[in-house]
């Protein structure tokens, strides 16, 4: 075990494993087996089997990218609340990646990063919800930092290393982004959601631009994103007529795209 000096308690304790299947799997298991510390981070060199959002596949090369979860005990948030969760996680990885790439950073809703169009960072949330609070989260976060060569059915990866030229000791990154996710989490709880909310919006990829997107059936639209609902799902106006979109409801579409 671990330990990371000079934050409260994000990291405090740190668990690294030279393989997992799922770093985000370990974590739900940990909790259900003990009662993990707050800010508890698990992470591995090589990933097996791990998850994007809604049960897409997350890809990263042994060795090169920061693979972890952190265990939250958000209970101060009400069950429709979570996205405020979503938002302040998002926001800590991009002020992370914001102290190195100074320009093009955006959060792609719900919460990917994007360096202009090309996908640097993932992260899945799992929350442990009861009828009335929020018992735990799983923030499981994939950052891709050394890597330079990606699999052919990626279709717009890029890293830390080929946005700078430049390669990072994974070991030094830690810290940082540790430091960066307490900050907006400690935002969330003093319950500063209108700010978070505001931050995110102003980040958001796309925000208030005109752009292309595909419905699941396969047709196309332009469209401006306006907002969020207050459930997180993306408020997109056409033709002056806005509707709202979850997860998988709606495609991103780049402008050269066939």
């Known amino acids: 075990m671990n330990t990371i000096e000079n934050s409260l308690f994000v990291g405090k304790v740190h668990l690294h494993f030279p393989e997992l299947d799922s770093t985000n799997r370990y974590a739900l298991d940990l909790i259900s087996k003990s009662n993990p510390s707050e800010g ?12 994007g959002q809604i049960g897409s596949i997350w890809e990263s090369t042994p060795e090169k990218n920061l693979t972890l979860s952190i265990i939250l005990y958000p209970n101060f948030l009400l069950p429709r609340e979570q996205f405020y969760l979503n938002q302040a996680i998002s926001l800590g990885v991009y002020d992370f990646f914001a102290r190195f790439i100074p320009d093009g950073l955006k959060i792609k809703w719900s919460n990917d990063l994007y360096v202009k169009d090309r996908k640097i960072a993932g ?3 799992q929350n442990s919800i009861s009828s009335h ?3 735990a989260s799983v923030v499981g976060l994939g950052l891709n930092i050394n890597q330079c060569i990606f699999s052919d059915h990626l279709p717009n990866p890029t890293s830390l290393s080929l946005e700078t030229n430049k390669d990072y000791l994974l070991k030094d990154l830690l810290l940082p982004l540790c430091s960066c996710m307490e900050k907006r989490y400690l935002q969330l709880k003093k319950g500063e959601k209108d ?31 306006t907002g969020l609902d207050p459930t997180g799902k993306l408020k997109i106006v056409q033709e002056q007529v806005e509707e709202v979109f979850g997860i998988k409801e709606i495609k991103f579409v780049q402008e050269d795209a066939d």
């Open 133 to 135: 609070k929020i018992k």
């Open 123 to 125: 992260i899945l949330i």
């Open 40 to 51: 508890t981070v698990i992470s591995t060199d090589k990933q097996a089997q791990g998850r």
């Open 195 to 225: 700010l978070l909310h505001k931050d995110y919006l102003q980040k958001l990829y796309r925000y208030k631009e005109e752009a292309r997107y595909q419905r699941p059936d396969g047709s196309m639209f332009y469209g401006k994103i």
